[in-house]
Each structure stands twice: as C-alpha cells, then as structure tokens.
C-alpha cells in the first residue's frame, strides 16, 4: 500500500474537557483494593496513566467525529460537499444501525455522492481508513476523503467501576478489567486529498500491515466492558509489531535514525518502553500522551500527530513513522513525509 498522489490536506483532534485522576479512581476503588489486598498501583506505576479525558453530558461517538470533522474541514479549507468519501473509524458508535458515519455525514452536510461507512478494526480503524481512502484518491475516483474518530469511554467506566466495587468480585476479575480504566475519550479527523489539489501538504506514502489473528480472544471488549489480558497482548502484540516494522524497513526504505517522529499508539508506559526498546528508537522522537489523555483507541494515532504539528514540532520533508496495533491482533505501520 504505497501511494504517490496523497496528501494530508487537514487534520484536528478534539480533547474532551473532564479530567478524571488515577488517585480518584484508586480512592474509589478502595474498599476492594483492601479487601483483595492489592497494593500495587496497577494504572499510575506500570501503565504510567494518571489521567485521561471524560466528555461532560451525553456525548455519543457521533458528536464527537462531527466536532473533528468540522475542525479538519475548515483546516483544509474545503466544502463539506467537496468531499467523495466519510469513513469512521471509532470503536464507540451510536447504535449498531446505522452507521455512525450516516449520522456523522448527515450532521456535517456531505453531499449524496458521498460515500459513507463505518471501518471498525479495534485500535487500529483509524490507520485503516486512511488506507482505504488513499487508494480511492491513487485511483482518481475521488478528489477528498474525511476520515473521523470519536472515542466515549464514559459508560465503560460506570459500569466497570460498578461491577469492580461488587463485594464478590475476585482477583482475576478485577485484574481482567482493569485496562478499561486506562480508557480515555477523545476525537480526531483528517483530510486527505488528491496531492495536487493540496500543494506543499504532508504526503502520505502508505505502509504495510501484518495480521497475527490466532490471538483474537487477549482482548474483547463491548461498550460497557473490555478483558483483557495484558501480559499476554503485550508479549505477542511485540512479536507482531516487530514483524511489521521489518517489513516497513523493506517497503518504506526505513532507517531507524533517519526518521523524525515516531507516532506510537497509545497504550501504556510498558507498551511504549517496548517498542523503544525493541527498534532503538531514541525518546526524544516520540511523544506521549497517554499519562494524561489514556487511550484514546484508533484516535490515539491522529490525535499526537494534530498535537505534534499543534506545537510546531514537525518540519518541512520530516518524515514520520506512524505505528498502530490493535486487538485481534492487527498491526500497521505507515509514512508521512510532512
């Protein structure tokens, strides 16, 4: 999947305004904490999240996709009519019909032309869509596609702080849960475009992606639950991860020190410490948000790289790895020469 005709013609991300602390939860969760006699703090010292991001009120997946969608829109500087594809790519939607981007295309007035779906891949939709849209553009078939994500993890967390405060809960079950509390919410959205019509953007060069899907049971989740097995999805998600990061060296022409940025999605502290360690990326390439932000899912990915050019830390011809791996397990790992 590589691509010569596809920009990056604009790109937002949303945070949501509610601030929900680890010590908050950990002080909630107390009475089973003593009563299971758990001492390790499991959220602040090994995943290294201190916080993440709520949405005040009711906000569906939809309201949130809309609020980016509209912010990349105005930052490409195109009608919404212009644009020939919406894919959401959000592990939280609406309802199971229709699709969250009806809803999404509806609120943002996309003509009838517009093509319209949904791209659900856990964590790594977002990485996905991208690619879908990209080929489309490459094909000539269309000039613009909106590519959105809006995360809402508030009904996870309500219900699994219910059920880990239930005087029967067991160990197990409360370490089985616990990575929902990592959870944070958040939306982003990207532009691309057909390059000529977006002189001097970012390119996207397209990547490549790997797929390990006997390991589909180490994380499953629905709207108000996730399970998940960490140490296992952390030994075999690496396994996969390095397998597709030697594929990239092949296909993308990757030398570790010649990249610029490392857009890493954002799990944990040790997920992170992981790939540093594993491809001998230096830290000072990739910046992290989920010690304040959680993970975000398949917005994780758009969401540091709309910060990166937020704070003025991408250069003109920088070239940036975006590397993305969610439950199933999946893996994807991308270029965009900025």
Not at 131 to 138: G, L, N, P, Q, T
Request: hydrophobic letters at 45%.
């Amino acid at each position: 999947m590589l691509f010569q005709h596809v920009a990056i013609a604009g790109l937002a991300h949303v945070d949501a305004p509610r601030r929900l602390t680890s010590d908050e939860i950990n002080a909630r969760l107390k009475p089973t904490l003593d009563r299971l006699k758990i001492k390790v703090d499991v959220l602040q010292d090994i995943a290294g999240v201190h916080a993440r991001r709520l949405w005040d009120g009711e906000v569906q997946a939809s309201d949130a996709a809309t609020l980016a969608g509209v912010k990349a829109l105005a930052d490409a500087g195109i009608e919404p009519s212009r644009v020939g594809l919406l894919v959401n790519t959000s592990v939280s939607r609406d309802f199971l019909e229709p699709s969250t981007a009806s809803i999404v295309s509806g609120n943002l007035g996309l003509g009838d032309e517009c093509q319209n779906f949904d791209v659900a891949n856990a964590c790594l939709a977002f990485l996905n869509g991208m690619d879908i849209a990209s080929r489309m553009i490459e094909r000539g078939e269309i000039d613009y596609a909106l590519v959105v994500d809006g995360e809402t993890a508030n009904l996870a967390y309500d219900k699994t702080m219910e059920r880990l405060l239930s005087p029967d809960v067991t160990e197990e079950q409360f370490r089985n849960e616990l990575a929902t509390l990592t959870l944070g919410c958040g939306a982003a959205a990207m532009v691309l475009a057909r390059a000529e019509l977006a002189p001097g953007a970012p390119r996207y060069r397209g990547g490549v992606t790997r797929a390990a899907t006997e390991w589909n049971a180490l994380c499953r989740g629905n709207l108000d639950r996730m399970v998940t097995d960490t140490r296992m999805l952390l030994i075999e998600g690496m396994k996969l991860a390095q397998k597709t990061f030697n594929a990239a060296k092949i296909a993308l022409g990757w030398v570790v020190e010649e990249m610029d940025e490392f857009v890493i999605h954002q799990v944990s502290k040790a997920h992170t410490a992981a790939f540093i360690k594993a491809f001998g990326i230096d830290p000072k390439k990739v910046m992290t948000i989920f010690g304040e932000h959680g993970n975000i899912g398949p917005a994780s990915v758009p969401i540091v790289l709309s910060k990166l050019r937020e704070m003025g830390r991408l250069k003109k011809g920088d070239r940036v790895a975006l590397l993305g791996i969610g439950s199933g397990l999946n893996c994807s790992m991308a270029e965009v020469v900025w």
